[in-house]
C-alpha cells in the first residue's frame, strides 16, 4: 500500500513538472496532469479542480522567469489584461458549478480549434494596414474577456487561445506575448482556484505535492524558451495546438 502510494505521487509529481514546463511555452499541462490524476483515481470533478492548483506555482515560475520581458511591456496596457482575465475567471469558475461538464467538453475541441487557427494566421492579420487598429483593440479585449472566462472554467488549452489572442497586438513580438500569456494565466488560475478551495472540491495532499514539481518545470520551461528561436517556438505552439485539437475531439467523441 505504502509503495503504490509513493508511486502516485511519484508519477503525478512527474506530470506536474513538464505541465509546467509545457505551460511555459504554450499552455496544454493540464492535459498532462488531469489524466494522471483520474488514473490513480481521484474523481474527474476533483481532479479539475486538483489540477487546476497543482499547475498555479508553475505559472507563477514562468512569469518570475519571463520578468525581464515583462518589464519592457506598457503598464498600463498589462493591468488592463489582468484586470480582464481576473473578472472573467471569476464568472467562469461559477459557470463550472451550474453547467454539466458534458456539454462544456464538446465546446472545448471547437474553442481550440478556432485559437489555433487564429494564431496560425496571425502573421497576416497582423501585417494588415493600421486604419483597422481600434477594431482590433477591441476585438482584442473581448477575446481575451472570453478566454479568461473559459479558462477559470477549464483550464485545457488556455495557453493557445491567449496567445492567439495576444497576437492581435502588432506591437509586441512573440517573446512578449509568451510572458505576458505567463502571468495572465497566473492570475487567471489564481482566481479560479481560490473559488475551487472555498467550495472544497481540491485533493490538497496531491495537489501540494505536485505545486514544487509545477513551479520547478514553469521555471526551467521560461529559460528554455528563450534560449531557441522565435521561429521553432511558433512552430511547437502551433504542433502543441493542433494536438490538443485532436485530443479533446478524441475526448468528446469517447463520451
Not at 518570475?64 to 467562469?92: C, D, F, P, Q, T
Not at 526551467?220 to 512552430?235: D, M, N, P, V
Amino acid at each position: 500500500m505504502e509503495f503504490l502510494l509513493i508511486n502516485n505521487f511519484l508519477l503525478v509529481g512527474m506530470a506536474a513538472f513538464f505541465a509546467g514546463m509545457l505551460n511555459a511555452l504554450a499552455g496544454g499541462g493540464t492535459f498532462l496532469t488531469l489524466p494522471s490524476l483520474i488514473f490513480i483515481g481521484v474523481p474527474p470533478v476533483v481532479a479539475n479542480a486538483t489540477s487546476a492548483a497543482a499547475l498555479l506555482p508553475g505559472y507563477l515560475g514562468a512569469a518570475l522567469g519571463y520578468r525581464a520581458i515583462l518589464n519592457e511591456i506598457n503598464k498600463i496596457y498589462l493591468l488592463k489584461l489582468l484586470v480582464l482575465v481576473m473578472s472573467a475567471s471569476i464568472l467562469g469558475a461559477l459557470l463550472l458549478v451550474k453547467t454539466p461538464n458534458s456539454v462544456f467538453l464538446n465546446l472545448t475541441p471547437w474553442l481550440i480549434l478556432v485559437a489555433t487557427t487564429l494564431f496560425i494566421l496571425s502573421p497576416y492579420i497582423t501585417n494588415q494596414s493600421n486604419s483597422g487598429a481600434y477594431k482590433k483593440k477591441s476585438l482584442q479585449s473581448l477575446g481575451i474577456f472570453l478566454v479568461g472566462g473559459y479558462g477559470g472554467y477549464f483550464n485545457g488549452g488556455l495557453g493557445i487561445a491567449l496567445l492567439s489572442i495576444l497576437s492581435l497586438n502588432a506591437s509586441i513580438n512573440l517573446n512578449q506575448m509568451i510572458a505576458l500569456k505567463s502571468i495572465m494565466s497566473s492570475v487567471l488560475t489564481l482566481m479560479s482556484v481560490m473559488f475551487f478551495a472555498i467550495s472544497g472540491i481540491i485533493k490538497w495532499p496531491l495537489a501540494l505535492s505536485m505545486m514544487l514539481f509545477s513551479m520547478l518545470g514553469g521555471y526551467l520551461g521560461a529559460k528554455l524558451t528563450l534560449k531557441i528561436s522565435k521561429e521553432l517556438t511558433r512552430k511547437i505552439i502551433i504542433f502543441i495546438g493542433i494536438l490538443m485539437t485532436i485530443f479533446m475531439f478524441y475526448t468528446s467523441l469517447a463520451i
